[in-house]
């Protein structure tokens, strides 16, 4: 049983803006929340390397190549500083990966989307990555130290990958109409399932109460929702694209847009693992590791000979 | 077979401009010093964050325990003496 009065002491931290350091004392939900998010989040940087290092060899110029390379790489270091800040927790890098080669661990629904035209480089950087940066500045601002502080360094990169999407969606917008047709392609793919990567609605989410509290969530998954809405929506006006969305409207008394349906069915399918390449994600990842296995061993073998010979 | 090996943690520092100290930023995996700190360059380095690294084993680090942390300060609390504040200047003193 935690103590109440060490519960008390903790929610006062947090809630005079004092951040939780690895070694404070912490509830145990608290913990395993952390976990699972953070993890979650980990997983998916590099899950996410996926989709987009489909594209590395065949982006359309060396210029573009040059970026996607460096994006990518991006990914992977944002993966590291988020598996290195869950294990400030007490979990070791192993167990998190377990967790995902064996399916216990999430990661964000949005991965298991295929990338089936050069465009989707573009529809990923603008709108999955437009989507993460709305919510990754939320949580930037939440209570644990090492999660906050590496949202705030992968926040400040994501904005280079945003942009560098909207200008491959933009230059095709403007290109010839099977250039264009390519782009409102990957629009109407993409738009649904960036809209429905922020989390169910508040409604269909538990346990937000203690979170929001606890500043391990900062705001409610509609909200920063409607935020993403909000600012994107004028964006692809400004580049003549539509979003395939027939019930989109600007309502003036509110200042934000309205939106149709969205159907939380596909979500919840891709969620439990029947999304179009779930599976092919997972051998990917799963594979990498079984693969890479004997050069992790050799490394540390040679590390440990010139060890050795030094002494 | 052994254990699969994620290698040991280091504790990486990075001095973002000359004459001001190296700051903690995180850690990295690797199996020796040498790659520590090439792994902390490409990991924590790509925007010309920095012109020095330092890396540590993350097991070399000892430190203070946050329980204790009020009583282990708490020496310095009752010595207001060694701030400047604490002495009256009167006005029109000069360059003190």
């Known amino acids: 049983m935690e103590d109440q009065k060490q519960i008390e002491a903790f929610e006062a931290k947090i809630a005079s803006g004092v951040k939780i350091e690895p070694k404070d004392w912490m509830p145990e939900a608290y913990r395993k929340q952390l976990i699972r998010m953070m993890s979650q989040h980990a997983h998916s940087e590099i899950v996410g390397m996926l989709p987009e290092g489909n594209w590395i060899t065949r982006a359309p110029s060396l210029r573009r190549k040059a970026i996607l390379l460096a994006k990518v790489q991006d990914e992977a270091g944002h993966g590291l500083y988020l598996y290195s800040a869950t294990e400030t927790l007490g979990i070791d890098r192993t167990e998190l990966l377990e967790q995902l080669h064996t399916g216990k661990a999430k990661y964000s629904s949005i991965f298991n989307y295929p990338t089936l035209t050069w465009a989707d480089i573009g529809a990923i950087g603008w709108l999955v990555d437009g989507a993460a940066i709305m919510n990754q500045t939320a949580l930037a601002r939440g209570s644990y130290g090492p999660y906050s502080r590496a949202m705030v360094r992968i926040c400040k990169e994501e904005s280079f990958h945003n942009r560098q999407g909207y200008e491959i969606m933009m230059h095709l917008a403007q290109g010839t109409p099977e250039q264009k047709a390519m782009a409102q392609d990957a629009l109407n793919r993409w738009w649904w399932p960036a809209i429905m990567m922020l989390g169910p609605s508040d409604d269909q989410s538990p346990n937000s109460d203690q979170l929001m509290r606890w500043k391990v969530k900062m705001e409610s998954n509609d909200a920063i929702r409607q935020r993403f809405i909000d600012r994107t929506v004028p964006q692809a006006d400004f580049i003549g694209l539509s979003l395939p969305d027939k019930d989109l409207k600007f309502d003036e008394t509110t200042g934000h847009y309205t939106h149709g349906p969205i159907n939380w069915d596909e979500f919840f399918e891709v969620i439990k693992g029947n999304g179009p390449c779930n599976a092919k994600r997972l051998k990917a990842r799963s594979d990498a590791d079984k693969k890479g296995r004997w050069v992790r061993d050799a490394a540390l073998a040679y590390a440990e000979k010139k060890k050795l010979k030094a002494a | ?96």
């Not at chain 2, 190296?22 to 010309?48: C, L, P, W």
């Not at chain 2, 993350?58 to 002495?87: C, L, M, V, W």
């Open chain 2, 1 to 96: 077979m052994s254990q699969d090996s994620q290698w040991p943690v280091w504790e990486v520092f990075v001095q973002a401009n000359p004459g001001i100290p190296h700051k903690h930023v995180g850690n990295v995996h690797a199996t020796d010093a040498e790659m520590a700190i090439q792994n902390a360059r490409d990991v924590y380095t790509r925007r010309s964050e920095g012109i020095s690294i330092w890396v540590v084993p993350a097991n070399a680090i000892s430190a203070s325990s946050p329980e204790d942390q009020g009583s282990f300060f708490e020496p310095s609390n009752d010595k207001p003496y060694r701030h400047p504040t604490f002495y009256k200047i009167p006005e029109g003193v000069k360059y003190l």
